[in-house]
């Protein structure tokens, strides 16, 4: 059944369904048919009971004749007929009513009831038996009309019940047996086809958590058999895939980390003898000289930036340096970090305010070093795409679990472009923003890696006063 094809399951399904509904309705009818003629005649009268009471009646009619039609052969007549299951009436000659059990008359034409006698015909739902009442020397005084139905009826009080459980049995069952049915084999049938789902969606939240050393166990000649084993085929090939992307990006990691190193020992060199030279008294330099070697000077310090930048990273993703948190005043600790940009600021004419909202004056543990890095790098962008004259607004929130920091500067707006790549590595921006410096579009990429690991989150945004800004938070690290 398991390598079946998902058609035929379905198939078999409804067959076994239909079957096993008949097969089980059928056994219940014949077990009500058993339980009926067990109860005959004692709980339950057949349909034709009454029916067959009526050669004693008329047995009985015939005995008495023509005293039948006083009324004092009533309660005797009463005793023979079973009124708890058929009606009578008594009629004189003219076809007049004389007494009975019922008013209403069975048959309605005058003299209809001669042609009717001794035989059995249907009035008023029911079967009627016109039994004629014989005089002396063959006379007809009247006749004797008995009214009765075909159906079971209940010996006692007792006999309504199980008529009632039979008639529901009989009724209901084969409705009851086809849902059970359903139920169970569709419960077959969706289990079955469960499983291999089940092992799916657990294989994909595998591979979402970067999982792909687990194996699907299920084999089966059909559809979800293939299904799973091409999903098998694609985590191993995905598998991989990924372990070349992996094997590439650490050979590239290593390469930038070496050139690195490399560079940074002939770069310290070349910065060491430029400023002896520019600093050394008893040097005669001409004015051309003066301006390259300040030139020199001047790169070799931008290239021994982006070194120490690349060798930053390199330590971040490899090692995931530990966290040392540490007690921090926020409101001292942000005067003190600005007071190192004051002179730029000034120099460039380019404002500072500050805004801090919340207990600022109560210690909060976190990395100071690692924050205070991230300020390095997102306020030196603003002082470097701040036009003079302009403003560099800081807000800090310092909350129960977090503090947040906002840091906006009326320089050129982000555009599209940037909001989307500003925190990959190397991006430099778009040409609007990207025209000062000569950065390796490094900074903002450590901060995203700082915050990552400060247990928050940064975005870039324009406000709506047109200011770029720079959101990011950290978790506050419990004692």
């Known amino acids: 059944m398991k390598d079946r094809s998902l058609k035929s399951q379905v198939r078999i399904t409804i067959v076994l369904i239909v079957v096993s509904s008949l097969l089980a309705t059928m056994a219940t009818y014949a077990a009500g048919v058993v339980l009926f003629n067990f109860l005959q005649y004692k709980r339950i009268y057949p349909a034709n009971y009454y029916e067959s009471r009526l050669p004693d009646i008329e047995e009985y009619i015939r005995t008495q004749g023509a005293a039948l039609l006083e009324p004092v052969a009533r309660e005797s007549l009463e005793r023979v007929i079973p009124l708890e299951g058929m009606d009578y009436q008594v009629l004189d000659g003219a076809g007049e009513r004389l007494y009975g059990s019922v ?41 004797v009309l008995l009214a009765y139905e075909l159906k079971v009826t209940p010996a006692d009080g007792s006999g309504r019940f199980w008529i009632a459980v039979l008639f529901v049995a009989l009724v209901a069952a084969p409705f009851v047996y086809f849902v059970l049915a359903i139920l169970i084999f569709t419960k077959r049938f969706a289990g079955r086809v469960n499983r291999p789902l089940q092992m799916l969606m657990e294989a994909a939240n595998q591979i979402k958590r970067k999982n792909l050393d687990f194996e699907l166990n299920y084999r089966a000649d059909n559809e979800l058999g293939r299904l799973c084993a091409a999903f098998s085929e694609m985590k191993d090939e995905l598998k991989r895939s990924l372990f070349a992307q992996w094997k590439m990006e650490e050979e590239r990691r290593s390469m930038i980390e070496a050139l690195a190193h490399d560079l940074k020992t002939p770069l310290s060199l070349i910065l060491g003898y430029t400023e002896a030279l520019i600093y050394d008294a008893e040097a ?113 929130h310092v909350q129960p679990d977090r503090v947040s920091y906002e840091i906006c ?53 324009n406000s709506e006063s047109g200011e770029a800004c720079i959101a990011f938070h950290h978790a506050i690290t419990s004692d």
Not at 119 to 125: D, E, K, L, M
Not at 420 to 438: T, V
Not at 442 to 458: D, E, N, S
Request: charged letters at 25%.
């Open 103 to 143: 008013s209403e008359p069975f048959v309605r034409q005058r003299g209809e009831w001669i042609q009717r006698l001794n035989t059995t015909f249907p009035a008023r739902g029911k079967y009627v038996r016109a039994v004629p009442i014989v005089g002396e020397q063959g006379s007809l005084p009247g006749a």
């Open 284 to 396: 005669a330099h001409t004015g051309k000289q003066a301006r390259y070697l300040r030139i020199i000077k001047e790169n070799a310090e931008t290239s021994s930036t982006l070194v120490r930048q690349m060798l930053y990273i390199s330590d971040l993703e490899n090692s995931g340096s530990s966290l040392n948190p540490v007690p921090v005043l926020i409101g001292s600790f942000i005067r003190q970090k600005l007071s190192h940009y004051d002179l730029q600021a000034n120099q460039q004419r380019i404002r500072i305010e500050t805004e801090i909202h919340g207990e600022s004056e109560t210690p909060v543990r976190f990395d100071a070093e690692m924050v205070e890095r991230i300020l390095d790098n997102v306020i030196t962008n603003s002082l470097e795409h701040t036009p003079p004259g302009g403003r560099i607004r800081i807000s800090v």
């Open 409 to 461: 500067n009326t320089g050129q707006c982000f555009s599209k472009k940037d909001l989307e790549n500003l925190f990959h590595r190397f991006y430099r921006g778009e040409e609007a923003r990207s025209g000062k410096g000569g950065h390796a579009g490094l900074g903002l990429y450590i901060v995203q890696q700082l915050t990552a690991k400060l247990g928050g989150t940064v975005k870039a945004y």
